[in-house]
């Protein structure tokens, strides 16, 4: 974008656009909170139309692990466009070949059958139709305040009413347990095909489990004979400090669901791969019902195969584990001086969690950090709660830059509510 065209002009133009031709009450809620627009971004930085630079902590929700426009992945994009950008799908695709069998070396234990398709939701989808498929039962447990997607299998083991409520009613035989709680799957689990949960519910309001958790939920699917889905479309591929979250409790899931940082931040890009009893319980006599037109895409499964090349040789994963404790210690110091506004900071690796004491603080604290020039979100099902997650390739003066904007909003915060 041309720099006389990056101007306010440029912001009321899109402003118009959205509330005419997207949502306009959601226009009116971004404008509100002081949403510039996304002109340009590299690594941790986004700018906007007035060239001003924002450290990226919000992270487009955990899609962004090797930050923005990651040059290897974009070459590869590059390259592959090349040659052939979409599949055919009458032919054998290379790149879908090495992507999966990339994703099964780097997966834990014996995960080896891959599908992919083009989101988080798609994969839950997938997931929930293998387990059905799989075990001849249709009952999925879940978790209160988990978040899995938007398609209609993915919102009824989602643990939200409001985003349930309009579409009602949504998949038969679906239970709801508390998140965290072992002591209540072996009732729960009975009959059931599958229990699907998150290694941290990051949208739920970031809620790291007590350790053991997924070793327990392991051992109660294998007693009930209910498969183990692993959605680990936000904790996957290096975002909690280990390579995948189950990797915290060393279990393997029978079917882990991935997207987000899966392709770079660079092409929407989803999978789920399977433990290959699973995958063949499901499939081997019926290759063809569950496919996608644009899933496993060329240009999606080489941006994918350059990612996940980055995020090992990078030693990305250790970084988020180093830089996301010194982001939670932090948090916690700052808690620890306002506790009129912070009531609990927690998180794992780089998905940290800001707990406030009411909804309506974020609304004073998150354009204050805009202003300060750092990006920060709420969680989806959680609106106390804000969100850290920046990409992984974040540097330790970087933490310590988004600390100070965080600080300089609770303390405004924490003045307002003084003069309440
Ligand atoms: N599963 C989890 C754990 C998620 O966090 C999300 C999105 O935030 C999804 C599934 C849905 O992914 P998508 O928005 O790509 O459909």
Excluded at 37 to 57: M, P
Excluded at 218 to 237: K, M, N, S, Y
Excluded at 249 to 271: N, R, Y
Aim: net charge negative; hydrophobic share 45%; glycine share 10%.
């Amino acid at each position: 974008m041309t720099r006389d065209i990056t101007t306010n002009e440029l912001a009321s133009d899109v402003f118009e656009n959205y509330k005419r031709y997207l949502n306009p009450p959601l226009a009116r809620v971004m404008k509100l909170s002081g949403s510039p627009v996304e002109v340009r971004a590299s690594g941790t930085t986004i700018w906007d139309q007035n060239g001003k630079a924002y450290l990226d902590f919000a992270g487009g929700y955990g899609v962004f692990t090797l930050g923005h426009s990651h040059p290897r992945v974009i070459a590869a994009v590059r390259e592959q466009m090349e040659s052939i950008s979409l599949s055919g799908k009458t032919m054998f695709n290379v790149v879908l070949g090495r992507a999966a069998k990339r994703l099964a070396e780097l997966a834990p234990g014996d995960l080896q059958l891959s599908f992919w398709c083009n989101s988080g939701t798609e994969a839950v989808e997938g997931a929930i139709k293998l387990a059905r498929a799989a075990t001849g039962r249709a009952k999925i447990v879940a978790t209160y305040d988990a978040y899995h997607g938007k398609t209609y299998g993915a919102l009824s083991v989602s643990g939200r009413e409001t985003f349930q409520a309009p579409f009602l009613p949504l998949l038969a035989d679906v239970a709801h347990v508390p998140f965290g709680d072992a002591s209540v799957l072996d009732e729960a689990l009975r009959d059931a095909a599958a229990f699907i949960v998150e290694p941290v519910q990051g949208e739920g309001g970031v809620n790291v489990p007590p350790a053991g958790y997924l070793r327990a939920v392991r051992e109660a699917c294998d007693r009930a004979g209910a498969l183990f889905i692993a959605d680990e479309v936000q904790t996957g591929l290096g975002r909690c400090g280990y390579l995948f979250g189950c990797d915290r409790d060393e279990v393997v899931p029978d079917v882990m669901t991935l997207a987000k940082g899966l392709s770079g931040g660079i092409i929407p890009v989803g999978a789920f791969i399977a433990r290959p009893d699973a995958w063949n319980r499901a499939y081997a006599k019926q290759p063809l019902v569950h496919t996608s037109t644009f899933g496993g895409s060329e240009i999606a499964c080489a941006a994918a195969l350059a990612a996940m090349e980055v995020l090992v040789e990078d030693g990305l994963v250790d970084n988020a584990r180093e830089r996301g404790a010194q982001l939670l210690d932090g948090v916690r110091a700052i808690a620890a001086e306002y506790p009129s506004v912070i009531a609990q900071a927690r998180g794992l690796g780089l998905l940290v969690g800001v707990e406030l004491t009411s909804e309506g603080y974020g609304g004073w604290i998150i354009p204050e950090m805009l202003k300060a020039g750092v990006t920060a979100a709420w969680t989806l099902n959680q609106q106390r709660v804000i969100r850290l997650e920046p990409p992984l390739v974040v540097t330790a003066a970087e933490v310590e830059r988004a600390l100070g904007a965080l600080r300089a909003g609770v303390a405004t915060a924490a003045e307002k509510l003084g003069r309440l």
